[in-house]
């Protein structure tokens, strides 16, 4: 039987973020106050491995620099998944319709999580609220959490009818709130005046109406989106190919590699465009001793002389 949760996670994970919603709500005062959210301890604990700074709560905060970077160099999904170890093999959702043809999204991850209504669930959800003076389990809840350079993804367990998280209006505030867009796993609506703003969306299916039948279960937890775990302070990339989440500890390897990787290609074709070698000459690694020291040190500095003559 599935989880409330509908998570796929490893067994301690899965069963902490159940505890969080059935046996142990969790609420971070005052003005921050998020519901069914990790503690600043637990959030570190759970994201040890970040090698940054963090926000107020935990977070992961991935410098702004670093966003820039990606930005500037526009890293595809495809560039940056071999940066990811094997063993973090749920990074990566395919599948998606996307509000901007072609424009990439780049942002840190502030997850949402929701799940279908229960009106016993939620009127005892709503009154532990009301208790802790957090304003609500609605989508605007979450939106007016949000901050420069968030990219909100949210878990609506792929419901599209009813499912829809933001209309254009919403959406026009997360655009100028965090200048990134948004990531839906269900539906979004108004898609014709969504796309004026020049926002990008990545979302399952568009439905004329609200949502509905949906609550609020978690903010800033693990989510699930299709086949790929999203952790809050993951840096998101989305593109043509999909939506990839690099976890921080990695994301510095990712541009060390995509550069690399990019002057390889460049020294190779420029190699090729001389006529001169078989792929098999090239390809992989020169064989020939002399060409190997200039493309390893090509590599190293992208110094344009030391390209193939």
């Known amino acids: 039987m599935k989880s409330i949760f509908t998570h796929q996670l490893k067994i301690k994970v899965r069963s902490f973020v159940l505890a969080l919603l ?3 709500p969790v609420f ?37 620099a670093v966003l820039d970077t990606f930005r500037q160099l526009q890293i595809q999904v495809v560039e940056a998944v071999g940066s990811i170890p094997r063993e973090y093999a749920n990074q990566y959702e395919a599948g998606w319709k996307t509000l901007q043809p072609g424009k990439k999204l780049y942002g840190r991850a ?12 939620v009127a005892g959800m709503q009154s532990e609220a009301k208790k802790n003076n957090f304003t609500g389990l609605r989508n605007q809840t979450t939106i007016d959490m949000l901050q420069k350079n968030d990219l909100v993804v949210v878990d609506l367990f792929g419901k599209v009818q009813g499912g829809t998280y ?16 948004v990531v839906v796993d269900g539906g979004i609506y108004l898609l014709e005046n969504m796309a004026q703003s ?9 439905y004329p109406g609200p949502l509905s039948n949906a609550t609020v279960s978690g903010i800033n937890v693990p989510v699930r989106i299709g086949n790929a775990i999203i952790m809050p302070g993951d840096l998101i990339i989305g593109d043509q190919d999909g939506i990839l989440a690099v976890p921080p ?9 995509v550069i690399r990787d990019r002057r390889r290609d460049v020294w190779m074709k420029k190699a090729f465009d001389l006529k001169r070698y078989k792929s098999s000459d090239i390809y992989g690694r020169p064989k020939d001793p ?20």
Do not use: C, H
């Not at 502030?110 to 669930?121: E, M, N, W």
């Not at 500890?249 to 590699?257: D, G, L, R």
């Open 198 to 206: 020049g926002m990008q969306a990545f979302y399952r299916g568009t």
């Open 249 to 257: 500890q990695f994301v510095s390897a990712v541009i060390k590699n």
């Open 290 to 309: 002399e060409l190997l020291k200039l493309f390893e040190e090509y590599l190293k500095t992208g110094d344009a002389k030391l390209l193939p003559k």
């Open 166 to 181: 933001v209309g254009d209006k919403l959406a026009y505030y997360i655009w100028k709130t965090t200048e990134t867009g």
């Open 110 to 121: 502030f997850t949402v999580q929701f799940i279908p209504s229960r009106p016993d669930l």
């Open 28 to 64: 971070i005062q005052p003005a921050n106050a998020q519901l069914y959210n990790f503690t600043e301890d637990q959030m570190k604990s759970f994201t040890a491995a970040n090698p940054f700074g963090r926000f107020p709560g935990g977070r992961p905060m991935i410098p702004e």
């Open 22 to 24: 059935i046996t142990a």
